[in-house]
């Protein structure tokens, strides 16, 4: 096993390390993610020199960060970064009571960035149109089955995902495997030949990427604070019914957001993390299966 690389960093302000990394998580038995009994965040990334594993506790004090593999030292300089110390929280101006209660409640949230645009881009077009369930259990069978072992000391089951232009290898009878549709398979295989990395404000050129993929590759990548997931299933609800205590739709979600331009998509986060919930009364959205088509 190789040596870690450590390295001990103390943020100057509160951190909650699960509201700030947990959004990299797709779902319950994410390969390349995982919570650790002490409360530890562990990572598996396709860095840019080679596979790594990071691990992340935080005693509300000292951050100790520790990595592993070929992209160990790329990982730990990346460490504040992650946790958002080129974040901004005081950019957003609260305008209401309601936006005042989630700034209070969110100490310790920041919106950190990753530097890995593909680790993003892909699960946000798996998750297209369709409930987490079913985009999670395809990322989970993919990255299982292409992704290689995580360095370190991590269980059998993390694995590092594919690096962007193994996906363009998967076989076709693979993707159906994993439950996903012809459409999304050429979107991801189709996004292989733009370098998504030095070209993150393009993304919107690949065919199938659009707004809500966009801000959902953006947010977490770069940490972007304003970009807005149009289209998306639940946001626009659970942001109308905090602010004003009705689901809207994109149109009305985008007019309550206008007054923090700039500051949105820590507002969405926010909201996600600590807004009202809507009662569930309709039909959820049901879970397709294509593996047996």
């Given at each position: 096993?190789?040596?870690?690389?450590v390295?001990?960093?103390?943020?100057?302000?509160?951190?909650?390390?699960?509201?700030?990394v947990?959004?990299?998580?797709?779902?319950?038995g994410?390969?390349?993610?995982?919570?650790?009994?002490?409360g530890s965040?562990?990572?598996?990334?396709?860095?840019?020199?080679?596979?790594?594993?990071?691990?992340?506790?935080?005693?509300?004090?000292?951050?100790?960060?520790?990595?592993?593999?070929?992209?160990?030292?790329w990982?730990?300089?990346?460490?504040?970064?992650?946790?958002?110390a080129?974040?901004?929280p005081?950019?957003?101006?609260p305008?209401d009571?309601?936006?005042?209660?989630?700034v209070r409640?969110?100490?310790?949230?920041?919106?950190?960035?990753?530097?890995?645009?593909w680790?993003?881009?892909?699960?946000?077009?798996l998750?297209?149109?369709?409930v987490?369930?079913?985009a999670?259990?395809?990322?989970?069978?993919?990255?299982?089955?292409?992704?290689?072992?995580?360095?370190?000391?991590?269980?059998?089951?993390m694995?590092v995902?594919?690096?962007?232009?193994?996906?363009?290898?998967i076989?076709?009878?693979?993707?159906?495997r994993?439950?996903?549709?012809p459409?999304r398979m050429?979107?991801i295989?189709?996004?292989t030949?733009?370098?998504?990395?030095?070209?993150p404000?393009h993304?919107?050129?690949?065919r199938?990427?659009?707004?809500?993929?966009e801000?959902?590759t953006?947010?977490?990548?770069v940490?972007?604070?304003?970009v807005v997931n149009?289209g998306?299933?639940?946001?626009?609800k659970?942001?109308?019914?905090?602010?004003i205590?009705?689901?809207?739709?994109?149109?009305?979600?985008?007019e309550l957001?206008?007054p923090?331009?700039?500051q949105?998509?820590?507002?969405?986060?926010m909201?996600?993390?600590?807004?009202?919930?809507?009662?569930?009364?309709?039909?959820?959205m049901?879970?397709?299966?294509?593996?047996?088509?």
């Amino acid at each position: 096993m190789s040596t870690a690389v450590v390295r001990e960093w103390t943020p100057p302000w509160p951190l909650d390390i699960r509201a700030t990394v947990g959004l990299h998580r797709r779902g319950t038995g994410d390969p390349a993610f995982a919570y650790g009994r002490d409360g530890s965040v562990w990572r598996a990334v396709s860095t840019p020199d080679g596979p790594g594993t990071l691990t992340i506790a935080y005693d509300g004090t000292t951050v100790t960060g520790r990595a592993w593999g070929p992209g160990a030292a790329w990982l730990i300089d990346r460490l504040p970064d992650l946790l958002g110390a080129r974040d901004d929280p005081q950019a957003l101006t609260p305008r209401d009571p309601v936006v005042e209660r989630l700034v209070r409640q969110s100490d310790g949230l920041r919106l950190g960035r990753t530097d890995r645009v593909w680790e993003a881009l892909v699960p946000a077009i798996l998750e297209q149109k369709v409930v987490g369930t079913e985009a999670w259990r395809a990322w989970r069978y993919l990255v299982r089955r292409y992704g290689q072992q995580a360095p370190g000391p991590v269980p059998d089951t993390m694995r590092v995902p594919p690096a962007q232009g193994e996906w363009s290898r998967i076989p076709t009878w693979e993707w159906h495997r994993s439950g996903i549709e012809p459409v999304r398979m050429r979107t991801i295989r189709g996004a292989t030949v733009m370098d998504v990395e030095k070209h993150p404000e393009h993304l919107r050129l690949l065919r199938g990427v659009g707004r809500w993929t966009e801000a959902e590759t953006r947010s977490r990548a770069v940490g972007d604070p304003d970009v807005v997931n149009v289209g998306d299933y639940h946001i626009p609800k659970i942001v109308g019914y905090t602010l004003i205590g009705e689901p809207v739709d994109d149109d009305g979600m985008l007019e309550l957001l206008e007054p923090y331009a700039g500051q949105r998509q820590r507002v969405i986060r926010m909201i996600e993390l600590y807004g009202s919930w809507p009662q569930r009364r309709g039909p959820r959205m049901s879970v397709r299966d294509y593996r047996s088509i």
